[in-house]
Every structure is written in structure tokens, then in C-alpha cells.
């Protein structure tokens, strides 16, 4: 594309989004989301943490332990990765990107997913397939996209990693939020299933969620593909509860 051409698409996407902070309106560079004071604020997952889910402990650890989250279940997927704490400023981003149609966010969003690819677990890894988390249809109708999918893509690009949304959700669950970690699981089974045609022979797939809160969801599709033939299931998320 010529550069002029170029310039007055900049200057008119800066007209359409302009650089300011997405949390407290504050000027930033055109190709920042958050000011220096808001970005100060995320809070970044470090060890000590389970190298299963991700849970953070409080203070060192010397003796071998047993994380709360992972304890008395079974978990699916091979591990779950995030880089940030889904609270305060990351919390209102995933929110505001999710429920109030702020679709341009999936941008911030998207880089902390990649954020959590540098991480030891996942660090050189290769992967066959990116596959979104799915949405019943009702409810992608009732947010008009399914935010995995639009992640997904993003990370597709990045890492030049074909994604597909080989798993679809057949039963709308009432919401989790009221529920425990058991119950979740309960409520889960026979959530999800492979889209008809779809073979999982041996791939190695990376599972993209915005944020896990106990894993259930992320541990039920990983059971899922798992049954189906994949080799392996690491999952990434933008945050973690
Ligand atoms: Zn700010
Ligand atoms: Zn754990």
C-alpha cells in the first residue's frame, strides 16, 4: 500500500479510536491501549505458582505441594498458562472487551495472551492447532462474537499457527459463577463435543480462553480433544482468577 495511503488510514483509524488510555482517558503514543500509570497496575503471575493451573501461592516454597485448585479432580489439559492476575485494571479490559462490545480491545487482550508464550512451560514448544474455547450459539448470538475465536485469530497471525474451532458447545449452562470447583465440573460434562468431520489424529494443540477461573471449562474441551486423539493440550489465557 502507498505510504500516503497508508498515513491517512492511521490518521483516520486514530479519529475513529483515539490514543487514549482505555482505563483513564489519559493521552498515549497511537499504538499504546494503556497509559504508563494504568500499565503499572497489572498484576503479573509469578512463581511461586502450580505448574499445572497457574495458581500463585503466597510467600516461597521449599516443600513439594499440592495445589488447592488441581487437588481431589482430574485435570485435562497438559497446563494452563496465563501471564496476569484477572483483577483491577485486567479484569475491566476482558469485561469491557467482552460484554460492552468494546471489540477494538481484543488488541490489548490479544498481547497478553501472547504475553504467557513466553513463559518456561510453553517457550519453544510447537504446536499444531490453535482451537478457541466455543460459545453456545445463543449466547454468541447475545454478544454477536465469541471472544476465544477473535483471540485465537489474533495469536493465529502471530504465530502463524492455524486455528479452528473444532469444538463446539452443545448445552447452554446456567452460569458457573455460584458454583464451586466441583459443581463446575458437574455442570460441564457433555458441554462440549467435536464438530462432525473433525480428527485429531497425534496434534498438538494450543487452547485459547480470555481467563480461567478454576479450569473446569479449559480441563472439559482438553477431555474432549484428548478422547478425540490429541497428543497434547497446553492451554493459554489472557488472565487467571
Ligand atoms: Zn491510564
Ligand atoms: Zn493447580
Redesign the pocket.
Known amino acids: 500500500m502507498p505510504l500516503a495511503e497508508l498515513s491517512s488510514l492511521r490518521a483516520l483509524a486514530s479519529l475513529l479510536y483515539p490514543p487514549i488510555?482505555a482505563?483513564?482517558?489519559?493521552d498515549v503514543e497511537p499504538t499504546e491501549y494503556?497509559?504508563a500509570?494504568?500499565e503499572s497496575k497489572i498484576t503479573r503471575i509469578v512463581p511461586p505458582f502450580c505448574a499445572k493451573c497457574s495458581e500463585p501461592f503466597a510467600g516461597a516454597i521449599t516443600n513439594p505441594f499440592d495445589c488447592a485448585n488441581c487437588a481431589h479432580r482430574e485435570i485435562y489439559f497438559d497446563a494452563a498458562v496465563s501471564a496476569f492476575r484477572s483483577r483491577g485494571i485486567v479484569r475491566k479490559i476482558i469485561l469491557d472487551f467482552k460484554y460492552g462490545r468494546q471489540v477494538h480491545l481484543r488488541h490489548l487482550v490479544s498481547s497478553w495472551l501472547c504475553a504467557a508464550l513466553d513463559d518456561d512451560r510453553l517457550h519453544g514448544r510447537e504446536f499444531d492447532l490453535i482451537v478457541p474455547v466455543p460459545l453456545h450459539p445463543a449466547r454468541r448470538r447475545e454478544r454477536g462474537f465469541n471472544q476465544a475465536a477473535l483471540l485465537a485469530e489474533t495469536l493465529s497471525k502471530r504465530m502463524s499457527i492455524p486455528s479452528r474451532p473444532l469444538l463446539e458447545r452443545v448445552r447452554y449452562t446456567t452460569t458457573q459463577t455460584a458454583f464451586d470447583r466441583t459443581e463446575r465440573m458437574e455442570n460441564l460434562r457433555g458441554a462440549f463435543r467435536l464438530r462432525k468431520n473433525e480428527k485429531m489424529q497425534q496434534l498438538r494443540v494450543l487452547l485459547v480462553d480470555d481467563v480461567l477461573t478454576t479450569g473446569s471449562t479449559l480441563s472439559e474441551c482438553a477431555r474432549v480433544l484428548k478422547k478425540a486423539g490429541a497428543a497434547s493440550i497446553y492451554a493459554l489465557t489472557a488472565a487467571r482468577a
Open positions: 488510555c482505563v483513564c482517558s489519559n494503556l497509559c500509570g494504568c
